[in-house]
């Protein structure tokens, strides 16, 4: 077991009455729970919480007038992930695969798996299947793709950063979760907090699901899978935006920070894959 902690702070600058819901707690699974939390948001106003979907993620709701408003979120975490060594993770025949699980297969706003099938298969059919082909796509992603901040947008989608090969932890997601998809293994975006991502940040990693459930993969390499706390869990990042905003209001600073006091290994880099959903 791994106990994180980790926090954010969000302020905003609110001109108009706007409705919230932000996605920044970290979601309860089998293999992740939260010890402790607590939420702060000034001025004063009313909030509820609210089921996101099916795998644990869990929303702030709330409506504000014009004011400047900051929400801050702490919590202590307890990871107890599923570990498994690679060589028994295959690919699941697709008549196998739960009905949940299908929708993850299916081409998405920022994942266009169905206009990049030939790419895939000419880049990876010679690779064995399972966990190593996975393991293969996210190796290539993060050989073929720079991370560079700034040189991406809230548009770009897995096939615009495949020709301009720059991107950052969303667009290495999106790009691998593409490529899986188009080799008919289910895929799908998390986003969370990571330990010892330099800067700190809301990270996006993914999932592949391998023999009967869902296993973590990050194409970045910049924070140990080991280390990984899920916030919310979607197709692509449109299902998991931090903020869902309708009306107006700009946000003037953001802080995140994801630490243990305990080593966090390399588990799943190279090692035994892991699983906290």
């Known amino acids: ?41 000034s001025p004063q106003i009313g909030y509820s919480w609210c089921e996101l979907n099916d795998y644990g993620s869990r929303g702030i709701r709330l409506n504000v007038q014009p004011c400047d408003l900051r929400v801050a979120y702490t919590a202590k975490i307890s990871l107890l992930p599923e570990v498994a060594p690679p060589k028994v993770l295959d690919e699941v025949d697709h008549p196998e695969l739960p009905v949940d699980v ?27 299947s399972g ?35 720059t991107g950052v932890c969303r667009d290495f997601a999106h790009v691998s979760i593409t490529l899986c998809r188009a080799l008919g293994i289910p895929a799908r975006y998390v986003s969370g907090y990571a330990v010892g991502l330099e800067p700190p940040d809301f990270h996006g990693f993914f999932e592949a699901y391998l023999h009967d459930r ?13 280390g ?37 290994d390399q588990t799943g880099q190279g090692g035994n894959a892991v699983s906290t959903a």
């Open 228 to 264: 990984l706390v899920r916030i919310g869990v979607g197709r692509d990042a449109a299902d998991t935006s931090f903020a869902t905003i309708v009306g107006q209001a700009q946000l003037l600073s953001m802080s995140v920070d994801a630490h243990s006091n305990q080593t966090v």
């Open 102 to 128: 299908l929708p993850f297969l299916n081409p998405s706003r920022y994942c266009e798996s169905d206009q990049l099938g030939q790419f895939a298969w000419r880049e990876f059919s010679g690779v064995p």
């Open 214 to 226: 869902w296993y973590l993969f990050d194409a970045t390499y910049m924070a140990p899978v080991s």
């Open 1 to 41: 077991m791994t106990q994180v902690h980790v926090a954010s702070e969000l302020l905003y600058r609110v001109t108009a009455p706007t409705s919230f819901i932000f996605n920044i707690a970290s979601a309860t699974t089998d293999c992740q729970t939260v010890d402790e939390e607590s939420l702060s948001i």
């Open 131 to 165: 966990h190593t082909r996975v393991q293969a796509v996210a190796d290539w992603v993060n050989k073929n793709i720079s991370y560079i901040s700034g040189t991406t947008d809230v548009s770009s989608s897995a096939r615009d950063v495949l020709i301009q090969r």
